[in-house]
């Protein structure tokens, strides 16, 4: 029955995203050629404007391409357990990709007169117009879902620790739709307390088949120990027997990422424990595109302040405008970051390895007001460019404490896997300057696994939002 629904709700997607396609044709034709909003953009000499229905022949074209790429990158598959900024990406990178299919067959056929204004605004409608009515069929899922519509049912084999947290978590989202039928376990029976927060042990395992005869179910969860792992085969083998999903969450979960993937190693599948999404050179290239121009839109609007910030510190004290000193980064290579510089500088020969305290008596009066506002960061933006950062990531640390911290806080190295970054998903949230290191590791793990542009692109409006002001930065 599951099957046979997320089949039907597929081709439903299909047909509107080929609808919206169609739709967004006749919108960017009426824009471009039968409005004056857009200026007119003549042929090449010899050729003439094509008609109407040879637009419309090749939106159809490009909505069979999309279509097709679209099945090929999973973008069709079941959404329920999936995240909407997920979606997005898959979105963008198939149109992006049909874009550049349909831009081929043009030049191919010879179809030179087509007009670029309608291409652009044809692309933007498509990506607006499917994002949109995809987020409202979210939202309305979503609230359908809350109130008990469309529910899917699931149950739970082990009714040890590992199912009962399994159960807990699941409760926390009732707007994904599932609702929990009740437990299969061989040795454990709840009592009164449990049988008030959890639903009931419905028999053993071996009455699977049985009850899966009797019930409604469409999932059937996995939450056994190691020593159960013999019964896998047959549990397996009765979901499919009766067209069940099965999903298998493993005794050692913990020691997993959010988000893990299998690898294939000498022929066999295994689980990678560190899914690191910028380990794929398509996103370290789109990451490093988007930081490059980015900085240099940065570098150009704030050069004003930069020159006014370089005036106070080379009139408030003797020394170089910039410090520059030595930090962490991708791989654990060394760099030297750039600061405007707020301190008197070091005699020649002493070692800085202290932490800057609210009354440190090392900076100067103009150096406590661009260090609180964050403008002594700016000079970071040339780290990006140069490539030793990016925009945003895991903030970089001295040498001197990058050993300290790798021996005191569990998996503080993971955040050098990627390139340090000026602002960050931890930063954001607050965790600045003299705040608790363990929570902004767990922050800088959780950007690592789940990077996206759009989660990029959501720190940095966050951090512009929260402002530049900062209470804990001395």
Request: net charge positive; charged share 25%; with cysteine.
């Amino acid at each position: 029955m599951i099957r046979k629904n997320q089949r039907f709700l597929t081709r439903l997607y299909i047909l509107a995203d080929f609808s919206v396609i169609q739709i967004s044709f006749l919108i960017a034709w009426f824009i471009k050629f039968q409005s004056d909003i857009l200026p007119y953009d003549s042929p090449p000499a010899g050729y003439g404007a094509l008609p109407f229905e040879t637009y419309g022949k090749w939106s159809l074209i490009y909505g069979v391409i999309a279509i097709l790429i679209g099945t090929i990158s999973s973008l069709y598959s079941p959404k329920r357990k999936k995240r909407f900024a997920d979606e997005l990406l898959k979105i963008v990178q198939t149109h992006a990709v049909s874009i550049f299919m349909l831009l081929g067959a043009l030049f191919f056929f010879k179809e030179i007169n087509i007009s670029r204004y309608y291409l652009l605004l044809y692309v933007v409608l498509n990506l607006l117009l499917i994002m949109t009515y995809r987020y409202v069929i979210k939202l309305v899922l979503k609230r359908a879902r809350q109130k008990g519509f469309n529910k899917q049912f699931v149950l739970i084999l082990g009714a040890g620790s590992l199912g009962k947290r399994f159960y807990d978590n699941l409760m926390q989202y009732p707007e994904m739709g599932y609702e929990i039928v009740g437990f299969l376990d061989d040795y454990r029976t709840f009592d009164g307390i449990e049988l008030k927060k959890y639903k009931p042990v419905l028999g053993k395992i071996d009455d699977l088949g049985r009850k899966l005869h009797e019930m409604m179910i469409d999932e059937v969860i996995l939450a056994l120990p190691l020593d159960a792992h013999n019964k896998y085969p047959l549990i397996i083998a009765e979901c499919e027997k009766a067209g069940v999903r099965t999903l298998i969450i493993p005794d050692f979960f913990d020691y997993l990422p959010a988000r893990p993937y299998f690898d294939n190693f000498a022929g066999m599948p295994m689980i990678n424990v560190r899914d690191i999404p910028l380990d794929i050179a398509a996103n370290r290239i789109f990451k490093r595109l988007f930081d490059i121009i980015f900085s240099l839109a940065a570098i150009i609007v704030t050069s004003p302040i930069m020159l006014f910030v370089a005036i106070g510190v080379k009139l408030t004290s003797s020394g170089p405008i910039i410090f520059k000193q030595e930090r962490v980064g991708l791989n654990r290579r060394t760099f030297m970051m750039f600061k405007f510089r707020s301190m008197r500088v070091i005699p020649e020969g002493q070692i800085d390895t202290g932490w800057t305290t609210a009354d440190d008596p090392r900076k100067t009066k103009f150096g406590s007001f661009i260090r609180r506002t964050s403008l002594d960061e700016l000079p970071q933006f040339f780290n990006v460019l140069i490539g030793d950062m990016s925009v945003v990531g895991p903030r970089p640390e001295r040498p001197y404490f990058v050993e300290q911290f790798r021996e005191e806080i569990p998996k503080y190295m993971v955040k050098h896997h990627v390139r340090p970054g000026i602002t960050g998903w931890a930063q954001s949230n607050g965790l600045r300057g003299d705040t608790s290191i363990e929570e902004r590791i767990n922050h800088d793990i959780f950007y690592i696994e789940n990077w996206s542009l759009l989660f990029d692109i959501k720190i940095i409006f966050k951090t512009i939002r929260n402002g530049f002001m900062n209470k804990n930065a001395y």
